[in-house]
Nanobody, 123 residues
Framework: QVQLVESGGGLVQAGGSLRLSCAAS????????MGWFRQAPGKEREFVAA????????YYADSVKGRFTISRDNAKNTVYLQMNSLKPEDTAVYHC????????????????WGQGIQVTVSS
């Protein structure tokens, strides 16, 4: 089992920045690729970003490319999502997730999920 806890969400004005953190506990963190997904009210969950177990490979949704950066610190068992130039359409509940293998942009590949954290971007 892997437990994931997100932090760092909140309310920010358009154009602002937030950094989300996801702290992992349980099994060896470095065994897992990590991803961020988000779900806005009335919409399906969508892929945001992912990072390989070593951190050498990163993946982004087109909608966040150039604005968001995913990173990880295996010594701290933590994955981060730096979000810059935020837009109102980025408003959603953000979840981090862990997967052992598979396509990093597909939510069905992920084995463990955090409870989610709200990000609200005002216009």
């Amino acid at each position: 089992q892997v437990q994931l806890v997100e932090s760092g969400g909140g309310l920010v004005q358009a154009g602002g920045s937030l950094r989300l953190s996801c702290a992992a506990s349980g099994r060896t963190f470095s065994n897992y690729a990590m991803g961020w997904f988000r779900q806005a009210p009335g919409k399906e969950r969508e892929f945001v970003a992912a990072i390989s177990w070593s951190g050498s490979n990163t993946y982004y949704a087109d909608s966040v490319k150039g604005r968001f950066t995913i990173s990880r610190d295996n010594a701290k068992n933590t994955v981060y999502l730096q979000m810059n130039s935020l837009k109102p359409e980025d408003t959603a509940v953000y979840h981090c997730a862990a997967c052992e293998s598979g396509k990093p942009s597909k939510d069905y590949e992920y084995d463990y999920w955090g409870q989610g954290i709200q990000v609200t971007v005002s216009s």
